[in-house]
């Protein structure tokens, strides 16, 4: 044996008795961001070399788009018919070869639930960002408790009447509704004059 090849040998056995440790590295899992309102645009990285991926769009309307990896594992899809300025967007993408990931996405910070209470002859709270479908259970505490419930509209809106009630504008009240999906918002009124 050479000199040459001997100092080789040693390399190579050096490399694998640390495990090749010297030569691994980490790779990330599999990501999507939402890069486009006008039309929405997703990219996603981290996903296998040359890998078909469809991309699926679980709110706020089902919808799907295929694009193929770049060898570096970046592609870039984009949902034609789907309005732009929605609030939150749900994603799912499966690669052909194994590669998952999945994505929720608010695009506005205005796009937190909210919820108003209108006070006349009836008392009406209205909300508007919840999610689609959602069963909302609404709570207004002042002097005395009440409590009505409503579906929220595919708009993210919702009504819930609680009739004619001991409750003014003027009056010290907590707001409270829950979702069935989990959208939620707290609201405390202090009492004002009158």
């Not at 997703?42 to 040359?50: P, T």
Request: proline content about 4%; hydrophobic content about 45%.
């Amino acid at each position: 044996m050479t000199r040459k090849s001997l100092a080789l040998a040693v390399i190579v056995a050096g490399l694998g008795v640390s495990g090749g440790s010297s030569l691994a590295h980490t790779v990330a899992a599999p990501a999507l961001r939402v890069v486009r309102l006008s039309p929405l645009t997703i990219q996603g990285a981290h996903f296998k070399g040359a890998e078909r991926v469809t991309v699926t769009l679980l709110a706020p309307k089902r919808a799907s788009a295929t694009g193929v990896a770049s060898p570096g594992g970046t592609f870039t899809v984009a949902f034609r018919n789907v309005k732009a300025g929605r609030c939150t967007y749900s994603l799912r993408a499966r690669g052909a070869r194994g590669s998952v990931a999945a994505l929720k996405a608010t695009t506005k910070p205005t796009c937190r639930p909210k919820a108003q209470v209108a006070f006349g002859a009836y008392v009406v709270v209205t909300g508007t960002n919840f999610q689609p479908g959602e069963r909302v259970t609404v709570k207004l505490v002042g002097n005395e408790s009440w409590t009505a419930s409503a579906v929220v509209s595919s708009r993210g809106t919702f009504a819930a009447d609680f009739g004619a009630i001991a409750l003014s504008n003027c009056d010290k009240y907590t707001l409270t509704v829950v979702g069935s999906k989990g959208s939620r918002f707290a609201l405390q009124h202090a009492q004002v004059p009158c």
